[in-house]
């Protein structure tokens, strides 16, 4: 990832709030049918029925589509545009997504549910997609609290199994250290009760540090614990 490849376009913000609206109703049916795709009990004939009419509205999709990834870019009035995100993309039919929360003291945490799309074990949410929405939340803590950096290591300890259904994730800053910031954080059941915990470390590239002005760089270069509320995750 370089700086180049967070591109800022120009457009009619008015119009591009309208246009993510349907985006997002759209990437809400689709989500739907991939649950209803892994679900339905319908035969065989009704399988092929229903795969020949979605056949054509992907090609009107496709009728107009970027050339690779959907990337990271930022609009002229400031809109930051992540949306094909796996964990918070708006357009990702993949994600969740997650509508995270931040404490600029260094803290972020969200509330959500997942299906049968996650599943693992049976019942059970698959480790990968746990250790994917703890890696992004981690990260958002980071940037939270103004010391945002990319994954240099995730360690990751399954405390139980987690269930499929209503879910929490909450990370907080535990120290930094020049361009390093370490995070913790944890994953919750229904009831609250932790299942899987992590400590990931986030490192601010050496492109991204020739760009930072004076009050982020000191943040940064000030050593020490976090000073976010809340659980430690010991």
């Not at 795709?37 to 009107?60: F, H, N, Q």
């Amino acid at each position: 990832m370089e700086a180049d490849q967070y591109v800022v376009v120009e457009v009619d913000e008015a119009e591009e709030e309208k246009l993510l609206a349907s985006q997002v109703a759209l990437t809400d049916t689709v989500r739907q049918l991939v649950d209803a795709t892994i679900r339905t009990t319908v035969d065989a004939a009704e399988l092929d029925a229903v795969r020949a009419e979605l056949a054509p509205l992907v090609e009107r999709l496709r009728a107009a589509q970027l050339p690779g990834s959907y990337g990271v870019s930022l609009t002229s009035g400031g809109t930051f545009r992540n949306y094909g995100n796996a964990v918070v993309g708006l357009r990702n039919a993949v994600a969740p997504p997650l509508q995270v929360e931040r404490d600029p003291a260094g803290r972020a945490w969200a509330h959500f549910e997942l299906g049968a799309a996650y599943e693992g074990p049976p019942g059970l949410v698959h480790g990968g997609v746990t250790a994917l929405i703890l890696d992004q939340i981690a990260g958002e803590a980071a940037a939270a609290g103004g010391t945002p950096g990319m994954t240099g290591q995730l360690a990751m300890r399954y405390l139980r199994p987690t269930p499929l259904g209503p879910l929490s994730v909450e990370a907080r800053i535990d120290r930094h250290e020049g361009f390093k910031t370490w995070v913790k954080g944890e994953m919750r059941d229904a009831d609250g009760e932790p299942t899987v915990t992590c400590e990931g470390l986030f490192i601010l590239p050496r492109w991204a540090r020739e760009l930072v002005d004076d009050e982020t760089r000191e943040r940064y270069e000030r050593t020490g614990a976090g000073d976010a509320p809340g659980r430690t995750f010991d």
